[in-house]
């Protein structure tokens, strides 16, 4: 059974560094053509894809974030932890960890983990 | 930077039919976009409907169907039920390792 799980703070202030962790279980990132991908959410807006890392270390960002994203993976605590820089209250949403299969599907999703920025 | 779009809004009937599309900005969807389709009811994470342009994720009604139309992906839903009553997002990989969503089409049944 796959599952996977945000943790994170839920408020964070203006200009400081969000680090959330994604903890999974029922696969391996060590496995050939396993994916992790973060996705977020601002409230009653459009789903927005962040950034993916791959089996083989592989990792990819958004274009429009790029610059204030980093992702990384302990693959013996099967932890995907993704680090969004310069926090501003347009980054307030619900961020989701997600499964990513070979062909870029999101099929397993978590349940979310809501982050307010806010002084 | 890539847009992929997405009609705003539908309204069907219960037992009508209706397809929604997915577009790229610049140039047509293939199946070398990989386009994938979540449903998203208010509170709820988003539900894989349909992965790899035409492929039912485990559990998803054969009511629901993925195709390329023209130069679009489009989730079709044939007899359409109340509980269809959602948003549904599209995302296609653009390459480079970077997926983008659209932007959702809200489904009402009425």
């Known amino acids: 059974q796959v599952t996977l799980k945000e943790s994170g703070p839920a408020l964070v202030k203006p200009t400081q560094t969000l680090t959330l962790t994604c903890t999974f279980s029922g696969f391996s990132l060590s496995t050939s053509g396993m994916r992790v991908s973060w996705i977020r959410q601002p409230p009653g807006k459009a789903l927005e894809w962040l950034a993916r890392i791959d089996w083989d270390d592989d990792k990819f960002y958004s274009t429009s974030l790029k610059t204030r994203l980093t992702i990384s993976k302990d693959t013996s605590k099967n932890q995907v932890v993704l680090t969004m820089t310069n926090m501003d209250p347009v980054d307030t949403g619900t961020y989701y960890c997600v499964r990513t299969t070979t062909t870029i599907a999101f099929d397993y999703w978590g349940q979310g983990t809501l982050v307010t920025v806010s002084s | ?110």
């Open chain 2, 1 to 110: 930077q890539t847009v992929v779009t997405q009609e705003p809004s539908f309204s069907v009937s219960p037992g009508g039919t209706v397809t929604l599309t997915c577009g790229l900005s610049s140039g047509s969807v293939s199946t070398g976009n990989h386009p994938s389709w979540y449903q998203q009811t208010p509170g709820q994470a988003p539900r894989t409907l349909i992965y790899s342009t035409t492929t039912r994720s485990y559990g998803v009604p054969d009511r629901f169907s993925g195709s390329i139309l023209g130069n679009k992906a489009a989730l079709t839903i044939t007899g359409a039920q109340a509980d269809d009553e959602s948003d549904y997002y599209c995302v296609l990989y653009v390459g480079s390792g970077i997926s983008v969503f659209g932007p959702g089409t809200k489904v009402t049944v009425l």
